[in-house]
């Protein structure tokens, strides 16, 4: 085990974060990450509102280890999501765009913690912020991460943890992450390569081929 402020609030083994992509991170992998010791977030952005239950009891007949749901507040489903969260007991949200102080109030107060983007986040009422550098899957700005993230930790990790994202895939940037001053690491495309994604075989053998 490898003890952070991270782990500590998310209650996994490792400061290990999977991601939420959208259509591969289902039941399975989020599962599966969790299992190996890492927090696995479910895709809620792109399951459909109907089917956003369903994943969440699925996820908890695969693994007895706590997960994460994350969704866009400004999705039709998003006040439905924030409740199938506080009833079935899920131990963190991550969004994008706020959702707003009184969301995060009824998350808090169900005991649901709150990763995403820095200094508003935290002024917000968020519990730890993930701050992705330019090396992240092609939704995010232009600033490496090995820039973005001192400044960040600066701001904030007197406050909350930071989440560090954007290049990460192995041990070496867990560390170098570490000695950033962030408290984890968030990985998307490696968790992709994993037996339990259910990206199809022939893509994930574009991707080794690459």
């Not at 490898?2 to 939420?20: F, N, S």
């Not at 989020?30 to 952005?45: D, Q, T």
Request: charged content about 20%; overall charge neutral.
């Amino acid at each position: 085990m490898l003890e952070t402020r991270l782990t500590q609030l998310l209650g996994c083994k490792y400061p290990i974060v999977q991601t939420a992509m959208g259509w591969v991170a289902d039941p399975r992998l989020v599962a599966g990450s969790c299992n190996a010791g890492a927090f696995g977030f479910l895709a809620g952005a792109t399951i459909p509102a109907q089917e956003m239950e369903r994943d969440i009891l699925r996820v908890k007949e695969l693994t007895d280890k706590p997960f994460g749901v994350n969704f866009h507040m400004y999705q039709p489903n998003a006040a439905q999501i924030v409740d199938l969260v506080i009833r079935h007991g899920v131990r963190a949200v991550s969004y994008s765009r706020s959702p707003g102080p009184e969301f995060i109030k009824k998350l808090k107060d169900a005991g649901v913690g709150l990763p995403k983007h820095a200094t508003k986040a935290v002024e917000l009422g968020a519990d730890a912020v993930t701050v992705q550098g330019g090396e992240g899957g092609g939704h995010t700005g232009a600033i490496p991460t090995t820039l973005l993230i001192p400044q960040v930790v600066d701001a904030v990790s007197d406050k909350v943890p930071v989440v560090a994202a954007g290049g990460f895939k192995d041990g070496r940037g867990l560390l170098a992450a570490l000695s950033w001053g962030a408290d984890g690491i968030a990985m998307g495309t490696r968790f992709l390569m994993t037996e339990e994604s259910p990206v199809p075989k022939a893509t994930l053998q574009r991707y080794i081929d690459c």
